[in-house]
């Protein structure tokens, strides 16, 4: 599976980006599927994840409330909206497919990554 993150760039507080991933190689319905980031001179960190069925979505507490993730089963893409976006925002923004249909919180979980989309907030 290749993942390809799009979406990322420079945005002022308060403001909104939409990240976009597709995968190509083979089809992605039934695995979970997850946003990580990594801030400049961090570790990387769990942002959202969703269920193979999309019915199921976990945040981290950073993000809950102002960030969404969603998925086309169809087009084999996953999306993060971002609203009301931080500085403490920026960081370079991943997109994983994980072994099992649960879109966990623990990067060992998941199988494949993408290279990564850099979103940066200003203040």
């Known amino acids: 599976v290749q993942l390809q993150a799009s979406g990322g760039g420079l945005v002022q507080a308060g403001g909104s980006l939409r990240l976009s991933c597709a995968a190509s190689?083979?089809?992605?319905?039934?695995?979970?599927l997850g946003w990580f980031r990594r801030a400049p001179g961090k570790e990387r960190e769990f942002v959202a994840g969703i269920s193979w069925r999309g019915g199921n979505t976990n945040y981290a507490d950073s993000v809950k409330g102002r960030f969404a993730i969603s998925r086309d089963v169809a087009k084999n893409r996953v999306y993060l909206q971002m609203n009301s976006m931080k500085p403490d925002d920026t960081a370079i923004y991943y997109c994983a497919v994980a072994r099992s249909s649960y879109g966990s919180s623990h990067p060992e979980d998941y199988q494949y990554w993408g290279q990564g989309t850099l979103v940066t907030v200003s203040s």
């Open positions: 190689g083979r089809t992605i319905s039934n695995n979970g």
